[in-house]
């Protein structure tokens, strides 16, 4: 099946930072989506994504479907961004109509004050 | 408000018991879907259900039973035969199944008394 690798697996920023964040996938993708975690389990969609480049806020996305890969940008960092970030790529399954979803397995930041 | 309420919060099963974890949706989504989130982790999915009346097992569903009943709810039974039921457990929708914007609700963490 298709593999999905996020990097870094941890990353720790001081307050006001920029990070890049990174999610590759093995094959070709019907869309792709991007999660915040919480400290509290709570999940967000944060974008959703299949290409192109979009900003929401301190965050934007971008996703080259072409060169397999999807760059989650968070600049001007707060402490209320740490958390673990998830991208995850829906891929078609044999047979006509069917889809599966696959998550990668995060990058983990701390946002330190 | 629209979205996705989990209930309870925490939950703790005694050996050979079976507990019910409840998940309701007021999004008017056809999908919905449980996902197992171990420490660390990513997020494995348990079942997915894409209209009422109709359910599919995802990667890990031994152990696990659901019914679809109705649009809006999507309850979760882990049962006896469950030998490692402890993680958090997140239930989720979406307009159609897999290929569409992805909404979760805040989870449910079950421990083993």
């Known amino acids: 099946g298709i593999q999905v690798e996020q990097s870094p697996p941890d990353l720790i920023l001081q307050e006001g930072a920029n990070s890049t964040l990174r999610c590759n996938f093995s094959?070709?993708?019907?869309?792709l989506q991007w999660f915040h975690q919480n400290p509290w389990g709570q999940l967000i969609n944060l974008f959703y994504?299949?290409?192109g480049t979009k900003q929401n806020g301190r965050l934007s996305a971008t996703t080259v479907a072409t060169e397999r890969y999807s760059l989650l940008y968070i600049s001007s960092s707060q402490t209320t961004d740490s958390g673990v970030y998830f991208c995850a790529v829906t891929s078609p399954l044999s047979g006509a109509g069917s889809y599966q979803l696959t998550f990668g397995k995060g990058t983990k930041l701390s946002v330190i004050p | 408000d629209g979205g996705i309420t989990q209930s309870p919060k925490y939950l703790f099963r005694k050996e050979g018991q079976n507990v019910t974890l409840s998940c309701e949706q007021n999004?008017?989504?056809?999908?919905m879907y449980w996902y197992r989130q171990d420490p660390g982790q990513g997020l494995r999915l348990i079942y997915y259900s894409q209209i009422v009346n109709d359910f599919q097992k995802g990667d890990i569903a031994e152990g696990y039973s659901v019914s679809r009943e109705k649009k809006e709810s999507f309850p979760l039974t882990v049962t006896s035969a469950q030998k490692n039921p402890t993680a958090f457990y997140l239930c989720a929708s979406s307009r159609t199944a897999f290929n569409e914007k992805l909404f979760f609700g805040s989870g449910t963490q079950l421990s083993v008394l």
């Open positions: 994504i299949p290409s």
């Open positions: 999004l008017n989504h056809d999908a």
């Open positions: 094959d070709s993708v019907n869309n």
